[in-house]
């Protein structure tokens, strides 16, 4: 009955829903126009062309990979699914071919224009000069040519294996010279050594201020006939392929449709091609003897460009040319945190926000390495998500157990990406005597917890640490998160029965504070709306301003539609996936929906009710997706100092009034009715610059 009444929810014209999918590719446009930009700085631009790239990539190996093995199931076991896998494909390869084909001509007509205009020019191997062609040669031989090794492509059926998003080069030789041994043409590949070359590019000698880079692709094509001297004519191209991840699954379909599809996956190879991008110049014979004997079919080829693997632009040489890149924004010091020599005894007297990246991320390292050593410190709790692969706080609960006290830690093995990071911290961690926890059956940790216990005058009193990023020194730089250190025992007497989950996994946990998914998250927020939606019927003022990565979950679109329809204003800050519709007469006409794409990546959730006057404030780690809700641990932590109220809702109003960086869902910039002129990543890092009191310098060094 469920499933027909969400299925009936799709089709009904009350109930519109944009496609997931393509509600995806809609924010890594949003990327994309960021490299357009022209009041982005040239350099900056193409960080967003490698952003685009990379997000591109693991699309393909995440979501698009998901939708090929779901095709391949049986018609009878599909039909459990409430879309059709091939038609949302056809759909997304579309808008990629659209995409990637404005993607060509950004790069093109955009951004290698601008780049000659600054005198930087990314040679090819047909653009050198005698002079170049000399330096190149002794390059290759030098730098390039111990790092490769060629794969001759012979008549046999030899299965040859593509490396997970690495570059080849299939060669075409022809025209041997005069040696009776060679075949009239042979086929090879070679693999871009990016990775042990440390770069893709290579800087040429600057000539009166004339700056030159070349691919490592291309001066291996130049150098071509070094490699194979028989031959005088090469046709070189690459190809790449993007490997199932398998990881994605287990977190969209559940239950019996679930065990189907772990049994189809046994009969598979690890790593089952989702996609080979190629070269469209490729001659047909080296295709096809490529996809010979790699095992790849048509229905896995998809057209690219000359060069793949854009992501790498990330390591594009700068020149030294600070102009081209962003100005730097000195990290600012938290005004009252930062005069407090204690962090736990800072807790003791209030609560405090910090505010990623506009504010150091030495706050939390500061709180445990201190807590890892002092002496009435008894035990140290946290979930470890995402952790830098030289992680300053794994390190500090490492310390803290060699110290003898009660280290617990929650590593969530799942974390697509870095499960090898977490596999190594968590092996660190159970060495030095911590009891590790790797996360539990059929739920991710999400959520970003940390828990300190300390012995004061034989009573035991704990600090809490809540935030919506990940305990990353690395990402906290360019991820915009807001993290709460506290003392108050409403929030970490809740916090010390999520830990408690994690111990017994039993879900007969009772929150007073805390929202926390599977176990309240869901019923809370609903709650909170229907009180909005009451209020609106009594004609009393209602509204919500909800901030998260994604909405994607159908039961809270129909709630948030119901809002709408009782007359509720609804302002949604979106980053990422919508797959509600905003403006639909009689539906949704009381929504808004602004996506900000800007220096840094929106990763906070911000949830404020009106409550006909009386505020609810919450930051979370989830977004409104099913997964979230449902199947992922995450922790919605209210805010209830003041102070801290009118922080969080300084920063929410100037995203509400950014008229440069917001967009609608379609796209389209977002106009204010009266022009404010505000990019609110800047306004906000200003915001908190002037919370510093005065005479006191508001940045410091990191």
């Known amino acids: 009955m469920e499933k027909e009444q969400k299925k009936e929810q799709k089709t009904s014209p009350e109930f519109p829903l944009i496609n997931r999918e393509l509600s995806w590719l809609a924010f890594n446009y949003r990327v994309l126009q960021e490299a357009k930009d022209k009041r982005v700085p040239l350099l900056e631009r193409i960080k967003f062309m490698a952003i685009f790239s990379s997000n591109l990539d693991e699309y393909f190996k995440v979501r698009v990979a ?56 990314l040679l090819t191997e047909h653009d050198l000069n005698k002079t170049q062609q000399t330096w190149v040669k002794n390059y290759f031989k030098e730098t390039l040519e111990p790092l490769l090794l060629p794969i001759i492509l012979d008549e046999t059926e030899t299965h040859l294996f593509l490396k997970d998003q690495t570059v080849y080069l299939g060669v075409q030789m022809l025209d041997p010279k005069k040696n009776k041994d060679c075949k009239p043409q042979r086929f090879g590949m070679l693999e871009i050594p990016t990775k042990k070359h440390g770069s893709r590019f290579v800087k040429l000698p600057t000539v009166k201020g004339h700056r030159h880079v070349m691919f490592i692709d291309d001066v291996i094509r130049f150098c071509l006939p070094l490699m194979f001297p028989d031959y005088t004519t090469f046709h070189a191209h690459a190809v790449k392929v993007s490997r199932d991840a398998e990881l994605d699954i287990e977190e969209e379909v559940s239950g019996n449709l679930m065990a189907k599809i772990r049994k189809s996956l046994k009969k598979r190879e690890t790593g089952y091609p989702a996609r080979l991008l190629y070269d469209p110049e490729t001659p047909q014979e080296l295709l096809e003897r490529m996809m010979k004997h790699t095992a790849i079919t048509e229905e896995e080829l998809v057209e690219g460009s000359k060069y793949h693997n854009f992501r790498d632009f990330f390591d594009f040489p700068d020149f030294n040319l600070p102009d081209l890149k962003y100005t730097p924004q000195p990290t600012l010091v938290h005004p009252q945190l930062e005069k407090e020599p204690s962090m736990l005894e800072a807790m003791k007297k209030k609560d405090y926000l910090v505010h990623y990246p506009y504010q150091s991320f030495d706050y939390v390292l500061r709180l445990f390495n201190q807590a890892a050593v002092d002496p009435k410190v008894t035990a140290m709790s946290a979930t470890l998500y995402r952790v830098a692969n030289k992680s300053a706080i794994a390190k500090a609960l490492v310390k803290a157990a060699k110290n003898g006290k009660l280290v617990t830690v929650v590593v969530e093995l799942k974390a697509r990406f870095d499960e090898e990071s977490n596999i190594f911290w968590a092996g660190k961690l159970q060495k030095a005597g911590a009891n590790v926890i790797f996360g539990l059956p059929d739920l991710k940790v999400h959520s970003k917890l940390g828990l300190i216990t300390r012995n004061e005058k034989g009573r035991l009193v704990n600090y809490a640490y809540l935030s919506t990023g990940n305990y990353n020194e690395d990402t906290s730089k360019i991820y915009a998160d807001h993290a709460l250190f506290t003392s108050d025992p409403r929030l970490t007497k809740d916090m010390e029965q999520v830990f408690e989950f994690f111990i017994d996994r039993q879900p007969d946990k009772e929150f007073k504070h805390l929202l926390v998914a599977p176990i309240n998250m869901r019923q809370s927020f609903v709650k909170m709306i229907d009180t909005e939606i009451k209020n609106a019927k009594k004609g009393l003022p209602a509204r919500m301003i909800l901030k998260m ?116 869902v379609d796209n389209s910039y977002f106009e204010q009715e009266s022009p404010t002129n505000v990019r609110s990543q800047y306004v906000s890092y200003e915001f908190l610059r002037d919370l510093v009191p005065e005479g006191k310098d508001p940045a410091c060094e990191v």
């Open 549 to 664: 990565n994604a909405l994607q979950d159908e039961r809270m679109i129909k709630k948030l539609y119901t809002a709408s329809q009782a007359g509720v204003k609804i302002d949604l800050l979106v980053r990422g996936i919508c797959c509600l519709q905003p403006g639909v007469k009689g539906i949704s006409e009381n929504i808004t929906v602004r996506s900000i794409v800007d220096r840094y990546l929106e990763h906070a959730r911000v949830y404020i009710f009106h409550n006909n006057g009386e505020e609810k404030y919450y930051i979370a780690s989830a977004d409104w997706m099913t997964r979230n809700l449902n199947r992922r641990i995450e922790v919605a932590f209210p805010l209830l100092q003041p102070d801290l109220i009118k922080e969080i809702r300084g920063i929410i109003d100037i995203q509400l009034s950014d008229d440069i960086k917001a967009r609608n």
């Open 66 to 121: 998901t939708m090929k093995r779901l095709i391949k199931l049986k018609k009878k076991t599909r039909k459990k699914l409430d879309e059709e896998p091939s038609e949302t494909l056809d759909l997304v390869i579309q808008e990629v071919r659209r995409q990637q084909e404005e993607f060509g001509k950004v790069f093109r007509d955009g951004i290698l224009a601008d780049l000659r205009e600054h005198d930087i020019h």
